[in-house]
């Protein structure tokens, strides 16, 4: 399917899709959402496909919410349009998202990665919250997934002044898993999908779900989901064929991938 704001690719059982709106360094304006939100629906119901990879271009994973779009909105009109409830399509997403990102990650779109399962960055990243400089606050999640990530007080001089941290900040902080050379970043993070892609899929499925509770429930609660959907595991063919590989000295052979 064509998409006006956004490329889709498929290579293997792996999705891949590239923000594009390159004149404005991939703001995000509520029709890229409508995009975004339409091929998420169609990779997350496609069972060819195990792991997706959401990219930008080397100059801007994204530049933030489109302000030119945002500017002449009042209160009401932005608790009636429900202004950034379309964003959160992607942390709902039940299977895993990568999210890698070259050039500018900025309030909205530090935010958008922030919401995919992990964020592998090139050596050019920059990731900031400038929303401060517009007379405004991060408006999704940023002020809380961005505290998880990095603690509190790099959130808040990064959300009070509005300054970018760097690929290397980043990754010191926490905040990305791995810091590639620029002309990488696509092909890494696809080999990195793939190999997801290629194991157990309810295996995958169920990691994402009880890493994703240590940031919603207390421990001893998360302890307890872990060992419920642990225990659930050993109902699967893949549990049994893998275990049984490694006994045998072979590659497994999952039937859910
Ligand atoms: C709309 C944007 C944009 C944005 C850039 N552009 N960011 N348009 N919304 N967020 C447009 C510019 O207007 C310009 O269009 C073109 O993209 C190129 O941008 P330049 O500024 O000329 O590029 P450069 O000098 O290289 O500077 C890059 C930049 C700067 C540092 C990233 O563009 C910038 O500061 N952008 C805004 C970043 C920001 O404040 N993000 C937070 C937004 S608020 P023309 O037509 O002039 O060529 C937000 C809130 C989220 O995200 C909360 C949830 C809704």
Not at 133 to 144: E, H, I, K
Not at 195 to 216: C, G, N, T
Request: net charge negative; proline share 4%.
């Amino acid at each position: 399917m064509a998409y006006e704001n956004i490329l889709v690719e498929t290579r293997g059982r792996v999705a891949l899709i590239t923000l594009n709106r390159p004149k404005a360094l991939n703001a995000l304006s509520s029709g890229l959402f409508v995009d975004l939100n339409a091929a998420l629906d169609s990779f997350e119901a496609d069972e060819n496909i195990g792991c997706i990879v959401l990219t930008g271009s080397e100059k801007a994973f994204a530049a933030g919410a489109d302000i030119k779009e945002m500017q002449p909105y009042t209160s009401v009109t932005a608790y009636l349009t429900d202004l950034i409830t379309p964003w959160e399509r992607v942390s709902r997403n039940r299977k895993p998202i990568i999210a890698a990102v070259a050039g500018y990650a900025l309030g909205g779109g530090c935010e958008l990665a922030m919401m995919c399962d992990f964020i592998i960055a090139a050596d050019t990243a920059k990731f900031g919250q400038p929303e401060i400089n517009l007379g405004v606050m991060p408006g999704a999640g940023g002020t809380q997934r961005l505290t998880r990530f990095v603690g509190k007080s790099k959130a808040m001089d990064m959300c009070l002044t509005g300054r970018m941290m760097d690929a290397a900040e980043a990754e010191r902080s926490g905040l990305v898993s791995r810091i590639v050379p620029a002309d990488e970043l696509v092909d890494t993070a696809m080999d990195v999908a793939a190999k997801i892609a290629d194991m157990s899929l309810p295996a995958v499925m169920m990691i994402k779900e009880s890493v994703d509770r240590a940031y919603e429930t207390t421990m001893s609660e998360g302890v307890r989901f872990e060992r419920r959907v642990f225990h659930s595991l050993f109902a699967t063919e893949d549990q049994s064929e893998g275990m049984q590989a490694f006994i045998d000295k072979r590659s497994p052979n999952f039937r859910n991938r």
